[in-house]
């Protein structure tokens, strides 16, 4: 038996966190996380429209409630600008995973919902 890899346990876990479900409309959102600034930096996730696997440089954040919510404790992105279209989860998981060690970044995950389904 070959001896635990981290790094592939974490790609698999990203590329899974890349789901789409059509039937429900939500689709998984990974987000990395400058801890310094305590903001959104990169977010990845699947585009059903175009059939790829999308991760957007974050350009524009809200105003950062520290937990004032009890929810998100980081400044979420409303504005990115395209960084690379992916045809694969794996492939975008592998980005992200050179990005977040380049950086020192943070994961974070949200389920989010198409708002005609939901």
């Known amino acids: ?16 966190a890349l789901f789409y479900d059509e039937e429900y409309g939500a689709l998984g ?7 310094e600034s305590v903001r959104e930096r990169y977010l990845a996730s699947y585009d059903p429209d175009r059939d790829i696997y999308l991760i ?3 350009v524009e954040w809200e105003e950062l409630d520290a937990d004032e919510d009890g929810e998100v404790d980081y ?18 998981a592998e980005v992200l995973m050179t990005l977040a060690r380049e950086h020192n970044l943070g994961p974070s995950f949200m389920i989010l919902f198409d708002e005609d389904t939901a």
């Not at 001896?3 to 590329?15: E, H, K, S, Y």
């Not at 959102?29 to 801890?35: A, P, Q």
Request: aromatic share 10%; glycine share 4%.
């Open 56 to 58: 957007e440089e974050a």
């Open 29 to 35: 959102n990974v987000s990395l996380i400058d801890k």
């Open 75 to 92: 400044a979420l992105a409303v504005d990115g600008q395209e960084y690379g279209t992916y045809e694969t989860p794996e492939a975008a």
């Open 1 to 16: 038996m070959p001896p635990f890899n981290v790094d592939q346990f974490a790609r698999q876990l990203l590329a899974e």
